[in-house]
Nanobody, 126 residues
């Protein structure tokens, strides 16, 4: 059974940090690119970051560039999203998603992903 399980969300003050984790199982992790999406209340889901398993290349949306960092631990089948200098506008449910690396063409889009986690809520207070 394919599973993507996010963790690490919570409530943090503006300027603070959180690290999200995405633990993958049930598929060949090394063949897949992983992306992080977020959806704020009343807004469309947007891709914020992604990492290719093929060459480790990364993508960041302009809104998070310089503040967020994505990394992968292939031994643990886990991808992390380190989020620093958080802003209230970063408040959202954060999802990780996977697609075959051969199909991955950043920026990540939700219709291009094969598997999804259930999400973790990040709330940034002002």
């Amino acid at each position: 059974e394919v599973q993507l399980v996010e963790s690490g969300g919570g409530v943090v003050q503006a300027g603070g940090s959180l690290r999200l984790s995405c633990a993958a199982s049930g598929f060949r992790f090394d063949d897949y690119a992983i992306a992080w999406f977020r959806q704020a209340p009343g807004k469309e889901r947007e891709g914020v970051s992604g990492i290719s398993s093929y060459d480790g290349s990364t993508y960041y949306a302009d809104s998070v560039k310089g503040r967020f960092s994505i990394s992968s631990d292939n031994a643990k089948n886990t991808v992390y999203l380190q989020m620093n200098s958080l802003k209230p506008e970063d408040t959202a449910v954060y999802y990780c998603a996977a697609t075959l690396d051969s199909d991955y063409d950043p920026p990540p889009v939700d219709y291009g992903m094969d598997y999804w986690g259930k999400g973790t809520l990040v709330t940034v207070s002002s």
